[in-house]
């Protein structure tokens, strides 16, 4: 399969070359750590951090590698970045961690998909 050719990283000013499009690993780093800190509630972000949802998460993205978005729009093969919830969890760690409830997603998907849920779409 043909890899994906690198664009620079979406952070403006980053010089890291992504495969695929989207943040480097690094602005993705420091991005979710600020807003873990700003927005999340303490409990999500602590679930984000667990080792059962990094084992989840690693697993999904092996089995399911493309963004499911994209695919379904016709974008073609675009690298998922993110897991995402097909039904929000709300605390409800059985539904967070089942793997029936989980999306790849890119960073463009995810962000339209979210901007819908704040909107009440």
């Known amino acids: 399969m043909p890899t994906m050719p690198g664009v620079p990283c ?3 000013g980053c010089p890291n070359i992504v495969p695929g499009g989207g943040r480097c690993s690094k602005c993705k780093s ?3 750590k600020e807003y873990d800190y700003a927005k999340r509630d303490k ?5 984000y951090q667990s080792k059962a949802w990094r084992v989840v998460r690693i697993n999904h993205l092996g089995a399911e590698p493309f963004c499911r978005g994209c695919l379904s729009e016709g974008r073609g093969p675009i690298r998922a970045t993110l897991v995402d919830h097909i039904k929000p969890w709300a605390g409800d760690y059985a539904l ?3 793997p029936n409830n989980l999306q790849s997603l890119c960073d463009h998907c995810h962000a339209v998909k979210s901007m819908k849920e704040r909107a009440g779409r």
Request: aromatic share 8%.
């Open 10 to 12: 979406a952070n403006r």
């Open 30 to 32: 420091l991005i979710n």
């Open 43 to 47: 409990k999500a972000a602590a679930f």
């Open 96 to 98: 967070a961690l089942d």
